[in-house]
């Protein structure tokens, strides 16, 4: 709950043990501290899915719709990229050549559409690696490099032909992550700490003696040790005087799942807590003179971190979202939703378009409900007048207002929310209220494909209507100022999502035109 100072008054109303209703007076002048770059990154899968068509569509349909800036993803290194070769001269000698047609294929691709990668280096070809150790149904290898120097020598050749395909000027622009989740010993041999400073430090200089203008940070963890790892990475770099550009970590937020056939099902996990958690992050990263103040991305978040839990596809992983967007910038730079879409393969090809994939847009360019969270929250402009547990709301110019409200459901618990808002002092007579909603009335792909029978094969029809059930609800009305008050309700379902807009405006009818 927000401080006094953010609130002129709330009231707080139970109807009954389903129903609850909450009153904001709102200063229409004041200013709330929020922090909005919910459109800064977003994940992919591996790089090489970028070669598929129906990839193509659905990063189209979010640049369209929601415009990120930067992805992120694995596998720029892995041996389907085919970048890193080595052959037998004619004396019999190993060299090294590089290959970088599918990453200018791939890259055009995303000059194309609007977005620039963030770059993640990893994992290891497997010729360069110094061991078996793999990881998802695509292998990708996850050991250290048998040569550094050879490892170096990939990462500032990949570059350099970056900064000459597409200007130098523009490559230095994309930032660049040391490996993926090392804090692991799935994505890295042994979870090994020393071995991952080695790695990061190599590449680091490398990366800078190329150009010093690269933006280069890590160590990319999870919330496993998360603690530790932080303290002891720039533990690491201050003795090694890095100068890091940022730091990198992950956040997700459920239990362990539990595994049903080829699914997993996880209960969310308190919201607040993980937040305390990333602002822990904060204290230990500042507790450093040399980095206080250092930008923190999130180069991945999600509620589930399983691509194959049902949770994903659904309208409370919208409203769960839509709390976290409110929140994440508070002490974070970036906060990048781990996926755009659900082309992923990293536990195998999905039997179904709706398979709990980590997604925006289900298999079928299909939109699901936390879409439209990102949608709302890329659209919420302006100065934030109000901040609380259900609701934002924002001043735009020319006394116009405009803000997001949710719901989320607790398990066992069907409960629905009214929120009545008193904004102080607006200068216009009448608006004009438009709101958005999605909720699993309203917007909920995911219901009516059950009730089809759950098909794994989509045809043209069923394509259609799942597209038209996944569109949020417009409504509109007139409301007028009384005396120096602007006052509506919404009622927001359990699960519920509304994007709401206050436009000033005045009727001027045609001669003889009368609405009624």
Known sequence: MESTKFINFLESVVIDSLREHKVYRIDGKQEVPFYNNVDYCVGTGRMGLALHQEYQEQLKLVQEEIGFRYIRGHGLFSDDMAIYQEYQDDRGEIKVEYNFTYLDMVMDNYQKLGIRPFLELGFMP????????????????????????????????????????????????????????????????????????????????????????????????????????????????????????????????????????????????????????????????????????????????????????????TNQNAAYIAYLLSRLGDVNESYS??????????????????????????????????????????????????????????????????????????????????????????????????????????????????????PSSLDGKQKRLLKESARPFLYSCLIERAEDKLTFSLFIRENGVIFFELQPVKIISDRGYYYK
């Open 126 to 313: 497997q010729k360069m690696s110094s061991g078996d150790q793999t990881v998802f149904y695509w292998q990708g290898n996850v050991t250290p490099p048998k040569n550094y120097k050879a490892w170096c020598e990939l990462v500032t050749a990949t570059l350099h032909h970056l900064m000459e395909r597409y200007g130098e000027k523009e490559v230095v622009s994309w930032p660049i992550e040391v490996w993926n989740e090392p804090n692991l010993s799935v994505f890295w041999k042994d979870a090994d700490k020393k071995e991952y400073f080695k790695l990061f430090y190599y590449t680091f200089q490398a990366i800078k003696a190329l150009d010093i203008r690269f933006q280069v940070g890590g160590p990319a963890i999870c919330g496993v040790q998360d603690e530790i790892w932080i303290r002891e990475f720039l533990d690491f770099c201050e003795k090694k005087k890095i100068a890091l550009d940022f730091v990198t970590r992950h956040h997700y937020t459920t239990e362990v799942p539990e595994m049903k056939g080829h699914y997993g099902y996880a209960k969310l996990s308190d919201a607040d807590q993980g937040l305390a958690n990333l602002k822990t992050t904060r204290e230990i990263i500042d507790s450093f003179e040399a980095y206080r103040g250092l930008k923190i991305h999130i180069t991945e978040f999600n509620t589930s971190y399983i691509p194959n839990c049902p949770l994903h596809d």
């Open 337 to 454: 939703y781990w996926t755009f879409g659900d082309i992923f393969e990293e536990q195998g090809v999905p039997f179904t378009p709706f398979h709990g994939g980590f997604g925006l847009v289900a298999n079928g360019c299909i939109p699901k409900p936390t879409f439209w969270t990102f949608r709302f929250y890329k659209e919420l402009k302006g100065t934030c007048i109000y901040r609380s547990e259900n609701m934002i709301l924002m001043r735009r110019e020319k006394d116009a207002y405009c803000g997001i409200a949710w719901m989320i459901g607790v398990e066992d618990i069907q409960k629905e929310l009214e929120v009545s808002v008193e904004i102080t002092e607006p200068t216009p007579k009448k608006y004009t209220l438009i709101t958005r909603t999605v909720d699993e009335e309203t917007c909920n792909p995911l219901r009516l494909w059950h009730n089809m029978g759950e």
